[in-house]
């Protein structure tokens, strides 16, 4: 056209913008602007606001900005192609701002108009200006006029928390579309935490003669999976076969998936993932979450590896689930090939490491937990308190406090973990004073200073270091009492050596209702031990079994083990040993040992034992040979 000598004009110009705006070219856009710029049409209205609309759709969101502003006489069209721009890129309050600078130049504003700045109050949770944006919709009567400007205010109102606003809005709607009930029952799911109204709001959807679609499905099967409403959650399932939206929409399928496994039905969840004809990775992901999320950590891996046979990458999601997986089963290889495959792949994100942390801590190679969270560019409060948790569970008390004063330096704020895996820390080495450093800590966290979990910690941490008095006084101070909260004081006691307290304290623990766990009996059998009462022992040990089916572990026998042997009856002690042949461990012959050290150093076990010392010359061959 050019090498012909015709010059482009204003249609040629807005039509060249409209595909430099299609095709994002930017440099063709900038070369279109300095022509536009030398036919002096920038001030042009019409181009100008087709400039703004092309930089905008290229992201250069400041070249829009200037080329708005030259626009010398603007209209609604052109305030609308900035506003657009503006909400796409998140600008929301710069939209705010540009809508009063609209109101002040006297544009009255359109159904578009409109739109943009209610989604702005929307992101911003500008409730107050949202209200009066809808005291202008009013006046113009262009609710009544679109629907989608009706949609917009539901979604405004929905999004502030302020559902009473939205289900008025709804209900004097002269007309509805899907899209409307849709925002109002994710509304009463995502913000209004009343899930029992989004389930009434499908039954009224279904009875005006409404069909659900798969954005319906999808927030309804949401609240299934959030209030484990599994019954409901089948009937979806079922109303999405009928409606062939499976075959449809992947995001169904993962709603589907999600709702079986937070119901615990990992068989109907692996069903219909089977089902869905086109996976994805968050389908993959969602199955694999399901199963570790209700110990199913074996074939969580076997889903992963099926995963990567099928041909999909897993994202950084999958592999800090799995990371998860081998903390569980201790899975110390698996979890260095997926460290490996992180660090290949550029993933190791905190979120990564922090599972990383974890997996080491849990694996016992806290060296290894520590060089991962050593090469952390950034920290946050859920990585110092990994490592500081993974201290504590390996005993490492000293270590694990020391952590808590460099996250204190860097000024990084601890929360109910980080408090719990201090208090174990300070518990394991008896730090007393430390402990009580803590405590005064907690006090100041409101939100802390009644969580039962956090409580129970205190009372197991005083009464590792012997202080039983400030146990008890936490332990009444809780809201409520779990079985770990009265194992934790009924420990206490029987560090002390105060037998008789802590039979109390198993009384008035089954007074409450409460059943007691393994854990119980083996603080009561240590007491008993300790105490030397070797009869008590025994019922307590019968009605384990008689009473609340518990099966012995090796703790349990272990500490029958130490009864007899304390009591001299040495071959009573031995016999326990030869019948329970899960019993063959390093600490129920070091038991024995002892015993016979005390009572008779010519009994058979202790010449086994000491003749396998001299054989093998370490604790950990003794272990190998007696197992």
């Known amino acids: 056209m050019q090498s012909d000598g015709v010059q482009p004009n204003r249609v040629t110009y807005l039509c060249i913008l409209h595909a430099c705006a299609h095709l994002r070219a930017v440099d063709k856009c900038q070369e279109m602007h300095f022509k536009i710029v030398q036919d002096n049409l ?9 400039l703004v609309n092309t930089y905008a759709k290229c992201g250069l969101l400041e070249k829009a900005q200037e080329a708005f502003d030259r ?3 603007r209209n609604v069209v052109s305030f609308g192609a900035l506003l ?32 943009y700045v209610c989604k702005a109050c929307s992101s911003m949770r500008a409730l107050s200006k949202g209200r009066r944006v809808h005291l202008e919709i009013m006046k113009l009567g262009t609710v009544d006029k679109n629907i989608m400007v009706a949609n917009a205010m539901l979604d405004m109102y929905a999004k502030c928390s302020a559902l009473i606003d939205a289900q008025c809005v709804f209900d004097n709607l002269n007309s509805r579309s899907v899209v409307s009930w849709n925002v109002l029952i994710m509304g009463y799911i995502h913000y209004g935490n009343d899930i029992e109204n989004a389930f009434l709001l499908l039954a009224d959807m279904q009875q005006d003669d409404f069909s659900p679609d798969a954005v319906t499905f999808i927030a309804i099967l949401k609240a299934c999976s959030s209030l484990k409403a599994v019954n409901k959650g089948q009937q979806m399932h079922s109303d999405v076969l009928k409606l062939g939206f499976l075959e449809e929409n992947v995001g169904i399928g993962v709603a589907l998936v999600e709702m079986y496994c937070k119901c615990g039905l990992l068989a109907d969840a692996q069903s219909v993932f089977n089902e869905v004809p086109v996976k994805s990775v968050i389908l993959w992901n969602v199955l694999i979450s399901g199963y570790i ?3 199913y950590n074996e074939e ?25 997986a081998c903390s569980v089963l201790r899975a110390v290889d698996k979890g260095q090939e997926i460290h490996s495959q992180l660090d290949k792949e550029g993933l190791c994100d905190v979120m990564a490491a922090t599972a990383l942390i974890d997996m080491y801590s849990k694996c016992g190679l806290v060296e290894k937990a520590q060089q991962v969270f050593d090469n952390l560019l950034a920290r946050d409060t859920v990585s110092w308190t990994a490592l500081i948790v993974g201290y504590a569970e390996e005993g490492l008390g000293e270590e694990a406090l020391e952590c808590y004063q460099q996250m204190q330096l860097e000024d990084i704020s601890p929360n109910a973990v980080t408090f719990i895996g201090l208090l174990k820390a300070c518990g394991s080495i008896g730090a007393a004073i430390k402990g009580r450093e803590v405590h005064d800590e907690i006090v100041n966290y409101a939100s802390l200073e009644k969580d039962i979990i956090v409580g129970t910690s205190l009372v197991d941490m005083y009464g590792k270091c012997g202080l039983v008095s400030q146990a008890i006084e936490v332990f009444w101070e809780l809201p409520s009492h779990t079985v770990v909260s009265w194992n934790a004081l009924i420990a206490g006691y029987c560090q002390v050596g105060e037998a008789q307290h802590a039979f109390e304290a198993y009384n008035a623990m089954l007074l409450e209702g409460l059943i007691p766990s393994d854990v119980t009996f083996t603080s009561l059998f240590n007491t008993c031990s300790h105490a030397g009462l070797l009869d008590k022992c025994k019922l307590y040990f019968e009605s384990m079994d008689t009473n609340y089916s518990i099966l012995p572990t090796v703790e349990h026998y272990n500490c029958i083990i130490d009864i007899f042997g304390r009591s001299g009856q040495v071959e009573k002690a031995v016999a326990v040993v030869q019948v329970t042949p899960f019993l063959s461990t390093f600490t129920g012959w070091h038991i024995l040992l002892a015993a016979c050290e005390r009572y008779e150093p010519a009994t058979e076990a202790f010449i086994r034992l ?3 010392y001299a054989d093998f010359g370490s604790e950990d061959e003794v272990i190998c040979h007696i197992t």
């Open 42 to 50: 920038e001030n042009d209205r019409i181009i100008g606001t087709a």
């Open 300 to 324: 969580a891996l076997e889903c992963f590896n099926e995963m990567q046979i099928k041909g999909f990458s897993p994202d950084v999601v999958t592999l800090t689930s799995i990371l998860k």
């Open 71 to 73: 626009i010398s006489v």
């Open 610 to 612: 000491t003749n396998m």
């Open 84 to 115: 657009s721009a503006l909400v796409q890129h998140d600008r929301v309050e710069e939209v705010l701002e540009h809508f009063e600078l609209m109101q002040q130049e006297g544009i009255q504003p359109n159904a578009a108009i409109f739109i």
């Open 293 to 295: 999320q209700h110990g």
